[in-house]
């Protein structure tokens, strides 16, 4: 129900607009988002880097409504890789589709992606296509494999969201096309229809589609912060004998940070998402819904900051 809410509120602009000016807000999303700047990001990149950490960098922001928003967030993009070079940070980037885009027809999207793949290329730099709500599944996947890997096949990679029932059929035909794939539980609000209504079934389908992609998949990357999965990942890797340069484990900024330690001291790959900008609120509402135990704790802090 609180989910639901918080879920419907993401997606509710007019809040966006009230909340960007509210200092509590600010100060909540300051746990989940790397400031509003690609300095403060590229900060964030290199205190992670110290602790042996990598990190993707994502301009946070989603649907643009004309081609110049496209233009401008696929210029910054190119940015964000240039400063990525220029700082010699150990990170890669993550993109939307829908900033670049993809609401505005294949042809513009699938041209501006490219463009920032052309120059990901040239500096050598990986970018991954984050996956959005349902809606755009099916193009996202269709122009990755058909329109980007073909021409770009060592420096783009798209995500899979076990909550979908679609994923199995896709996992397993990512991993016979060679394409990196970032496998996440999801984080749309979504029907039964499409996805799993229970969390016992979603956990399960990761676990099952983990299993594809650490067999069949190339480089796959891990994307949760539950335990129990973390476990059975390393269980399975070690009893395939799949050494720990063939995936990664991903979690987000300032979500377990201890557990985020623990595994690069176990000799893990760990790579944290680094969401940056001006457009955090989607996302802080996001990360809020799936824990909204994080409400409270948060809050907690910020008034203990307060007092002291
Ligand atoms: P789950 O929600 O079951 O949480 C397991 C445990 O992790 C919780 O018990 C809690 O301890 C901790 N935890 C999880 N979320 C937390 C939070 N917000 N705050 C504090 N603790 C938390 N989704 C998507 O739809 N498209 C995408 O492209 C991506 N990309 C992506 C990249 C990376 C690197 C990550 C880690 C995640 C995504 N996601 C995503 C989000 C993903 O789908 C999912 O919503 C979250 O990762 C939470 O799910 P968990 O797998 O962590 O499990």
New binding site residues.
């Given amino acids: 129900m609180l989910r639901a809410g918080l879920l419907y509120l993401s997606e509710q602009p007019s809040v966006f607009r009230f909340v960007r000016k509210n200092g509590l807000a600010r100060k909540l999303a300051s746990r989940f988002v790397a400031g509003e700047t690609l300095d403060t990001a590229a900060q964030a990149v290199k205190d992670l880097n110290a602790a042996g950490i990598s990190a993707s960098l994502d301009l946070l922001g989603e649907s643009v409504t004309n081609e110049a928003e496209a233009r401008s967030a696929t210029d910054t993009a190119i940015q964000i890789l240039e400063r990525i070079a220029a700082d010699r940070l150990d990170a890669n980037i993550s993109m939307k589709l829908t900033q670049l885009g993809l609401d505005l027809g294949t042809a513009t999207c699938a041209g501006n992606a490219r463009r920032v793949l052309e120059r990901a290329r040239a500096l050598d730099i990986f970018v991954r296509i ?2 959005e709500a349902s809606a755009y599944t099916q193009r996202t996947l269709d122009l990755v494999e058909k329109e980007l890997f073909p021409g770009f096949p060592k420096h783009v990679g798209v ?1 899979v ?1 076990s909550y979908l029932y679609r994923s199995a059929e896709d996992v397993r035909r990512l991993a016979d096309l060679g394409i990196r794939v ?1 496998l ?5 609000k979504e029907p039964p229809a499409v996805a799993f209504p229970a969390k016992a079934d979603v ?1 399960k389908a990761y676990g099952e589609l983990m299993e594809t992609l650490l067999l069949k998949g190339t480089y796959p990357a891990i ?4 335990e129990a999965l973390i476990e059975r990942t390393r269980r399975v890797a070690s009893s395939h004998g799949i050494s720990n340069d063939r995936f990664e484990f ?3 900024y300032g ?2 940070r201890d557990l985020q330690l623990r595994l690069v001291r176990a000799g893990h790959r760990m790579r944290v ?1 680094v969401p940056f900008g001006t457009q955090w609120y989607p996302y802080l509402m996001r ?1 809020l819904a ?2 909204p135990a ?1 409400i409270a704790f948060i809050l907690g802090n910020v008034v203990k900051e307060g007092l002291r």
């Fill in positions: 984050d996956m995500v969201q970032r996440c539980k999801g984080a749309y956990d994307a949760t912060h539950d991903q979690m987000l979500v377990r998402y990360r799936e824990r994080n």
